[in-house]
């Protein structure tokens, strides 16, 4: 299974200065770390398209009109590739909690599945 990529801030400096609040998504990615949550909030169309084949893979193909994400919590653009698949996405909506951690089920399969032990994101949510 495709586990929820972990951001690596170093590799990507906040473009023209915006100040981006601190939001949380339900897997524990930290939106204002996220490249595609950058990409999108400083329409760095350049950065977009490099992300999408980043994030392809020989099942799944992004195009740069796919790398648009205002975070998981927003109802805008819920036909998003990045959001519409997320099983944790849906869950969460569902249940409206703000995070995976909130839930009494947690962790569940779908965190054991994606969102690794150790990882940054489930660092985020234990």
């Known amino acids: 299974m495709r586990q929820i990529p972990v951001c690596q801030t170093e590799k990507i400096a906040v473009l023209k200065g915006e100040s981006m609040e601190k939001s949380i998504a339900f897997c524990g990615l930290v939106c204002s770390q996220c490249p595609i949550y950058i990409a999108t909030k400083t329409n760095h169309e350049e950065l977009k398209e490099k992300l999408a084949i980043e994030y392809s893979t020989d099942t799944f193909e992004f195009v740069k009109e796919d790398m ?5 919590h927003s109802v805008v653009g819920v036909n998003e590739k990045m959001r ?3 099983l944790m996405r849906k869950c969460g909506m569902h ?12 962790p569940c399969q779908y965190i054991n599945s994606y969102v690794p032990t150790g990882s940054d994101n489930r660092k985020m949510l234990d």
Not at 97 to 102: D, K, P, R, T, Y
């Open 95 to 106: 249940k409206s909690i703000s995070h995976c951690a909130e839930c009494n089920e947690y």
């Open 68 to 72: 648009n994400c205002t975070g998981c």
């Open 84 to 86: 519409k698949e997320c």
